[in-house]
């Protein structure tokens, strides 16, 4: 026993420490690569340059939002409505661009559920009737408006159904919406000042919570769950399984044998739904490479050897963008007149999801959940 | 109800304890498996104590995370254990219950207030809740079960013990050497299966996983830089092999024991910082090993705890050294055991393909933090009579914990299955067939298709054969 651990001593030296002398010769060449990975600028640069900026630009895009709304109710005409539109679209579109940094003081505020619910992950698309995906509980909305009498911080399904941005999309933009202010219009004016009130008292709170963050988050380089990288790769995941199944998949019907549920579609009163999702992706992109600031998730692929991987995720982002853009909108109409269109851009988000999920995950090691685990 | 625990206790004591002197006849077999040369309980009554306070800590900590409700009540499916199908989560109350009354157990290990039944209820209560979910194995779970069913048979609560305290004739001093010895081949069993697992191309040769978990850590104060360097890597995979594969006959020397304690310290302390998802696992080993310690080294431990009276004063009665009845069904039972924990781990070899991929007969084996292994999993329903067509969302049945477990081990892939076609046929589908697409990536290689996706996996029967389903795997290079 005693030869055979001086062996595996002998053999495990001599493994080692060629290594370790290989390490200054290298050095000399390439000093950047031996150092590894600065993850803290990493962070800093996510909190500087993308996190903090887009979400400013989001306060920015609800004031201009409120402005349009209010010269929308004032007087609903075609004319304010196209005007509302434009600061709708900007707004729900800046959305996109902030929908990935659900963690930290998003997540505290609930932002996505109280601003865009989506159904969650956890219920089909099964029957036309019930509430899920990017449904609009207009019949909530309705009465609402009717009685008066809402909370909209309460969190049940139809009440998030009934506020955020598809809830505007509805107010704004129904069938003969201008015309429904004919009956109860004060109430009506009151409930959309209060949907587009609480969308921006949310955002300031999480914009002006960030400052307090963003210490806590560049300072954990962790990749634990939970931890900023760990939050950004998984968020990555995520937002890629929500374009597969809610914003584009289920609707087309992948859940329910090609019955279509347009009318679940993200966006399907302003009918932007596929402007919605290229912004949604686009934004995921740019999370991912950090905008070639050779500080992002890409960056650290290449430090960790994986360049190869990283050149395959760019360009499945880039055919998945590709496909994706193809669908003309409004998504509602396409999916019933031209289904192998979305279909074919499903497949190759799908694609890139498996990528991020499993290849990116796994090269990160990024962990995904908090219980105990001994390693696979 | 009263009257048949009394039964019960009165035939586990007959059962295990002789009270005549008279040496029991011994075959050479006895004697080879059951050594009974008498030996300080000592090292007994540290084990107990440690072991039960490490329970009760655990147990703690895994309520306090929220982990009983997590793990055991909101998931809406579990992946039962093959032949235990019948054992279900008891509810929210009853599952808090039933870890209520582990811990309690615990305590009373602890303490030594009525050891016997105490610990029979925290083997079986444990037991049970490793039984409810696949998703959940850790292999040191394993070994609490294994560790705790031993107990069950020794005199752990004879000195020191609340039990003792009540009732002073049944302490003992001295035990059957076996007794210790059973301990003490359980965590060899362990240590040299998890160096054994670790003598692969990949962790010696390529140092995989470590150079995909290390620069993981660079987070860490003083040693992060160096995370992204290979030697490290190198330096983590050969001294954990080395450390597995011999610290247990180190531990068992008496002259290298305490240095080779040392490192047990210094290799569990390293595992927890380094991997803190690994949880309890470093605690149990570092405090299980103790068992290999003299016992003067125990009695010394001991005696540093209050009210502990010297078992060198023996002034109760404890001379009479605690002997079994029935050695020779003892020395079956152990020699069985013993068999299992041998064979067991090396029933991979009854597989064709690679182990890491397939993972027929991978658990229960002492295979811990040994690869990288992610997957993704897409399922469709189809049913041939009505055409109908159903991409399922994961999400909707299985938590994110047991997704990710599910999407890499094809037994898990088949039950999950086979709960898709039950689901869906009370859906009204008249014979769902179940397709997976499922793609893994394995130590750091590429993803690629893990099972055949054109097999309907509702109509393949689980089995101990091997699933021909599974694609093969060729190593990428």
Sequence with gaps: MKKGLILLVIAFIGISVPQACKKPASNDTTPTETNGFDKKAMLTHYADDLIMPAYAAMQQKIIDLQTASDAFIAAPSAATQATVKTAFTAAYQQYQRVVAFQFGPAETALLDVYVNYSGGLDYSFTTAGQLTGFSVDTLAIENNISTGTYNLTTVNRSNLYAQGFPALGYLYFAPNATGKFATNGPARNQYIKDVVARIKSLVDKVASDWTAYRTEFIANTQTSNGSPIGNIVNQLAYQLDMLKGPRLGWPLGKQSNGVVFETKCEGYYAGNSIALATENLKALKKLYTGENSKNGIADYLIALKKGTLNDEVLAQFDIALAKLVLIPDPLSASLVSQPALADAAYKEVQKLLTLLKTDVASATAVQITFTDNDGD | ?477
């Design chain 2, 1 to 477: 109800m009263l009257h048949r625990l009394r039964l019960f206790r009165l035939l586990l004591q007959t059962m295990t304890e002789i009270r005549s002197t008279a040496p029991a006849a011994t075959t050479f077999f006895t004697r080879w498996l059951l050594p009974s040369a008498p030996v300080s309980i000592t090292p007994l009554i540290t084990f107990r104590i440690v072991f039960g306070l490490l329970m009760l800590a655990s147990i703690i900590r895994f309520w306090w995370r929220g982990w009983i409700t997590s793990v055991y009540v909101t998931p809406k499916f579990h992946f039962t254990y093959w032949g235990f199908e019948w054992i279900h989560p008891a509810g929210a109350m009853g599952m808090h219950l039933v870890f209520g009354v582990m811990a309690l157990a615990a305590l009373l290990i602890t303490i030594g207030l009525a050891y016997r039944a105490a610990i029979v209820v925290f083997f079986l209560a444990f037991t049970y809740v490793e039984l409810l979910d696949v998703a959940t194995y850790l292999n040191h779970y394993y070994f609490i079960s294994l560790v705790s069913f031993l107990l069950i048979w020794l005199p752990a609560n004879r000195h020191y013990s609340v039990d003792t305290l009540l009732r002073p004739e049944l302490t003992r001093l001295t035990v059957p050497a076996w007794t210790i010895g059973i301990l003490r081949f359980q965590m060899a069993i362990v240590y040299i299966f998890a160096g054994i697992a670790k003598l692969n191309y990949d962790w010696l040769i390529d140092a995989l996983p470590m150079r995909i978990w290390l620069p993981a850590k660079s987070h860490l104060p003083i040693v992060g830089s160096l995370m992204y360097e290979p030697w490290v890597a190198y330096l983590f995979s050969w001294f954990g092999a080395v450390y597995d594969l011999f610290i247990a006959f180190f531990l068992q020397n008496r002259t290298t024991r305490p240095f080779a304690y040392v490192f047990v310290i210094i290799f569990h302390t390293a595992t927890a910082i380094f991997f803190p998802a690994i949880g309890v696992f470093p605690y149990v080993m570092m405090v299980s090993s103790l068992i290999f310690f003299s016992a003067n080294f125990h009695e010394k431990l001991l005696s540093r705890l209050p009210f502990y009276k010297s078992t060198t004063l023996n002034t109760y009665g404890g001379g009479t050294p605690y002997r079994y009845r029935y050695t020779s069904l003892f020395a079956a039972c152990i020699g069985i055991y013993v068999a299992i924990q041998v064979l067991l781990p090396f029933r991979f070899l009854l597989y064709p393909g690679h182990l890491f991929w397939h993972e027929e007969g991978f658990r229960f084996s002492w295979r811990v933090m040994l690869m990288e292994k992610s997957g993704s999993a897409y399922f469709t329903v189809k049913d041939p009579a009505t055409k109908r067509r159903i991409e399922v969302s994961n999400t909707e049945f299985l938590t994110v914990l047991q997704e990710k477990m599910m999407s890499t081990q094809p037994d898990m892939i088949l039950k999950y299955a086979h709960f898709l076609a039950t689901h869906y046929k009370k859906q009204g589908l008249s014979q769902p067939e179940v397709y997976g697409e499922v793609y893994v990536a394995l130590n750091g290689e590429h993803s690629r298709l893990f099972i055949d996706s054109t097999v309907n996996l509702a109509a393949q029967p689980l089995s101990w054969k091997h699933y021909t389903w599974v694609l093969p795997y060729d190593k990428q290079h």
